[in-house]
């Protein structure tokens, strides 16, 4: 099963930085389960809150995340 290794700056003062390597079948389905387990404190819960972390993560101007497949 692929690894990706996922880093996220989330939007706090407190310990900003997220990395985390997590394995999964797709790089999508990888990013789901990082935004499940560290980062969904910061959003809400839900798929909205979903779809604003990886508009966040995606940002081609200030994007505040990187993933790359290992």
């Known amino acids: 099963m692929p690894k990706f290794s996922i880093a996220f700056i989330a939007p706090t003062e407190v ?3 997220n990395h985390k390597i997590v394995e999964s ?3 999508d389905a990888a990013l789901r389960k990082f935004f499940n387990e560290n980062v969904s404190e910061h959003y809400s819960n839900d798929e909205q809150g979903y779809y604003y972390f990886k508009e966040d993560f995606y940002d081609e101007d200030s994007g505040t995340g990187s993933i790359i497949e290992l």
């Open 15 to 17: 310990k900003p930085l």
């Open 25 to 27: 079948d797709t790089r």
